[in-house]
């Protein structure tokens, strides 16, 4: 044990002091005479990456061959440099990170990586903000690295570094330096005309928080006129209440501050009495299943029950996955969940925007074809139902359209029942997909901005109102 | 009493709507799998405890001790200025025959097989990939363990064989056997080498030898008993596997119809009894509402 | 039952009914669990029954017990035709008539909002439904079932293959009778909101003369005019 550790030691002061001469020191030749020759396990002991011993005895053997410059690879006849640059390694922030704990199968023979380092066992992945979910399918060093070269692997469906330059010249990947992620040209990486990528053409911004009507998003505002939405939103939500409030609350007619008052009052005496059990059945039944609905007609229920339902599962599958992503980062459900590619998440998006669309088209078709007496088609719910059918429909479009540019793999795609039979249809016309794409996001992204700054106007406000009503209502009974 | 029963019944339904969440798998792709056990280093603590932990590392690799201690080592071991030595599979360029030293008799089994015909003829599997396999290919040399017993060598032997033959580990996993022995671990079920022989890997084309390997266990067995399919693949099939292919097109083509009708049936009694509740629930409402 | 009833099933169909429902949850049971045997819960299963062979042995037993149970059945029907000169054709009788299909398109318009409830008589077409269900479905189960218990028998005269294709229908029966009984035949026989929480009339065998009224018109009515059969 004692020779192993000398050796360590040996090898920890080498890199720490003279980094340099690592590359004159000529690795696997027998020992000088004198030494005592290397047994079988000096070498081929396993190191212990949880040591300090183990992680220099690692980047020791490791920096044998790739500490020199004559480390190279050949690729289609070039010689590819694979030396680690000492210099900004020993600045990096992986300094002290033994090298198989990032390329963990590279330690074989024959000696080659299948999987790349593995960031993602330490790191964890980006939620939906600011990257938004197809960078799932983006390397981290197609953005980490400094080499400005990215390409599509068709195979895989992953964007990965380029080995050769625009040139056709081979480049060296070796750079440990992260990349400066602070410039704003990094994303023209992908998103220019013309990219390799299979990025779309402009840089869009990400989700913000009124997409979790349908989406996973972040608690940001995403882009100014997402929250411009937003701030309509909410002063139509508050001007609703204090209309609301003009009118007495609990027998009180006095001041704003004693209505709140006796609101209050009530409230809390409401929760922790037995009429908490009426207003949970109320919003068991009456709300969430609309019960009251289905006592007026069951086509009615049908209806609403494809819009109501299906968004109010989008909005859970939403919350649902911020909350997996908060909590466990880097676990499989969280990476899974927000990748839109994945069987579960494809299926699920595409079965409730199906459903969705659905209900939309019926009550168009009630509203505008039909007309029965007791349907009163009013210009407010036509605003709504528009903007509704166009978020939808501009969203299945967005999203074969993704499928298109980023090139998603067709045993992948299939699971996007709807999209992607859609992007085949696609496919065939003569468009520039990764142009039109930001377009196609912004009439989706606009509509359901406009849906939701509309929502506590319109007739859409019953969503706030009815369970209110409701609840109010048992309670007066 | 009544009360009871209602209660009952209620869990019962979740129990159902649970089951029913379950055979749902959900839809994924395997990933790849992780490298092979070809590392550079060795874990002494597996070592020692796998069926080879009292042997020193000469006595498999006496070559490069001897090379270490004298001549240089640059001849016998990977070199820094050599880039093919670190392409080249340590695997595949062993000696092997050093193993037949203890083991001759699995040697020779393999030197009969297909396997090694395959290897001698120098011919790739028609994968064009992954050329046929050597000893060190299905058995860890390190860390392999002795006595095992029936159910984990035939469960390793799925996961092995499946490497290289994808399609037929997936079929055997949804046969009978596979489903017995593989899943729930009974030992008298047949595993991959109860059928194709150990180490000499028969692929049963002809009837008679199909035959033959039922009879181990199904001593009744015919040649036309031994027409049953249990890889139901396409994979893999030669232009001399006609009468296969076109009984594997017949059961797929069954096993498509009858998922069509099924989905049919159920699919409009699913749709029936879901209205007809909603109308009864509209029903029972409008009366309670009077 | 101090309401006024009529008998509906006989001693005999009632203890058959609660045999083939046991026998067939037995079945599924331990079919399945072999089917999807690499997942959690059916090794939790399996272990339970004593493995592959437990589970092999308890699904020969229920198979047996379900089959004697439909074969009894049957017995009775050629005792009760031959022996005792019984009609089995009757209206009020289980074998499928032209009326079911009418009934059947006139209860899906009234679920539609369309016209009233038909007028069923003694068995409606979804109870013909469940029974002929269990009928066709017990025999094919049985008869592939056979294929797989002694395949080296049946191989004497058909081909090998001929037990994959046994195993596909056994297979996709089994998923249709899983998804039939232990879920349509619940719901509607017991668990839809008109007779929620469950119908105990197969266990009791009588049905009281109010629900025959609203829910079997056709057959009061008849009852009414003398002519509908009471048991």
Redo the contacts between chains.
Sequence with gaps: MGKLGFIAALCAVALLLAAPALASN?????APAGEP?????D?????NLESNEGIVANQALCL??HG?A?????VKGQKVPLQVDLKSFGTSRHRWVACLSCHD?V?????????GAQCLSCHPGHGEYPLGDPHSSVACSACHNKSPFVTLDKKSGQVKLARFNSDKQPIGLTDHGPMDLDDDQLCLRCHTAGNQAGAPNAVLPGKGVICFLCHSASFSIGSWWFGLALLVFLVGLVAGGLFYMKGSVAGQSGSLHEKIAAGGENLWRATFSRRLWETLKVLWFDVLWQ?RL??E???R??MHSLIYLALLAKLGLGLFTWLIYEWWPASDLALALLNKN???VA?ANDLLGLLILIGVLLAVLQRWVVKPDHVVAEWQDNIALILLGLMLLSGFVAEAARIIISQVPA??AV?SFVAYPLSRLMAGMNIDWPGVYAWLWYIHGLSAALFVAYLPFGKMRHMFTAPLSLIINRKLQ | MRFGTRHHLKRLNLALLLSLALFWAGPGWAEAPPAGEASWFIDMQRFAAGAHGKLSCAECHPAQEKANTSGPLAKRHPDAQDAKYLTASALRGYDYGQCKRCHRVAWERYNQGVHAAALKKGDLTKSGKQPAPVCANCHDPHYGKARRDRVELGRQQTVICGACHPAQAATYLEDYHGQAGDKLGWDQSAFCSDCHGAHDCRSLQKPQQAAKACQRCHPAATPRFAQYVVHPTTVDLGPEDAAKRQRVYLIWALGAVLSVFAACVVGFLYGHSFLWILRELQHKLRRHGK | MSAPSLQRFSVLSRVLHIVVALGFFGLGLTGFTLYFGGTWWAQAIAWCLGGAPGLAWLHRACAIMTYAAVMIHLAWLAYYKLALKGRLTSKDGMLPRAQDVKDLVRHMGWMLGKGELPQFRRFTYWEKMDYWAVVIGINTMGLTGLVLWFPEWFSGFMPGYFINLALIIHLVEAVIAVAIKFVIHLVVAHLRPQVWPADQGIFHGRMSHERIKTEHPGHWQALQEGEGEGS
């Design positions: 000529v690795a696997m030749q027998p020759a290397r047994t079988c396990l070498c081929h002991h396993l190191p044998e061959c020199q004559a480390c190279t690879r050949e199968d330690a074989r023979s024959p000696h080659k990586s299948v999987r019960r289905l006592k007609s069951v086509q229920w049908f994945n069987g579960f299926v045993d992948m699971y």
